[in-house]
Antibody, heavy 122, light 107 residues
């Protein structure tokens, strides 16, 4: 059974960089069939897609966050990571990692991590 | 960027049928996927592609699409179906977008 687990600091100071890692177990991140992505959810609000990465390093980013986001992959560790720079209180959210699958005229997120709350505060 | 619009809240009587809709231009070209989220939990995929259910999702959940609107139908809603539901789709650039979510109340 595929499992994803987010890890990283739960508290980040304003203007600093948020860094999270997602460790994938029970399957290979190097599978050609999938992308790997990050999604966030501010407290009491809806889901927001941050971006996705392929094992080769090819990325897609949410245009509204693109200037501050970097997603990278480490196939040797079966991990992928998120960096979000210049954070403000508006970046406080539960951050999820997930596997992105694709089919004919469709794309979906079939496995999710449990999520990790990151609070931006001094 | 693409946007997906959902009704903020919908209610259904126990055992009745409810349809949750999602509207957006990207849905004219791409299918929506649907996620169920209960308080304090990660979202769970319930429908993907034209109308596919992951293993373990009850067959009372189904999906459909027409024009710029995708729908999630729950036939015979149960108390455990009370949750937030989100639609999601890709756009022509390969980016993903979520709808704002619909809070389903089972009466």
């Amino acid at each position: 059974q595929l499992q994803l687990q987010e890890s990283g600091p739960g508290l980040v100071k304003p203007s600093e960089t948020l860094s999270l890692t997602c460790t994938v177990s029970g399957g290979s991140i190097s599978s050609s069939s999938y992308y790997w992505g990050w999604i966030r959810q501010p407290p009491g609000k809806g889901l927001e897609w941050i971006g996705s990465i392929y094992y080769s390093g090819s990325t897609y980013y949410n245009p509204s966050l693109k200037s501050r986001v970097t997603i990278s992959v480490d196939t040797s560790k079966n991990q992928f990571s998120l960096k979000l720079s210049s954070v403000t209180a508006a970046d406080t959210a539960v951050y999820y990692c997930a596997r992105r699958a694709k089919g004919t005229r469709s794309s979906w997120l079939d496995y999710w991590g449990q999520g990790t709350l990151v609070t931006v505060s001094s | 960027s693409s946007e997906l619009t959902q009704d903020p809240a919908v209610s259904v009587a126990l055992g009745q049928t409810v349809r949750i809709t999602c509207q957006g231009d990207s849905l004219r070209s791409y299918y929506a996927s649907w996620y169920q989220q209960k308080p304090g939990q990660a979202p769970v995929l319930v429908i993907y592609g034209k109308n596919n259910r992951p293993s373990g999702i009850p067959d009372r959940f189904s999906g459909s699409s027409s024009g710029n609107t995708a729908s999630l139908t729950i036939t015979g809603a149960q108390a455990e179906d009370e949750a937030d539901y989100y639609c999601n789709s890709r756009d022509s650039s390969g980016n993903l977008v979520f709808g704002g979510g619909t809070k389903l109340t089972v009466l």
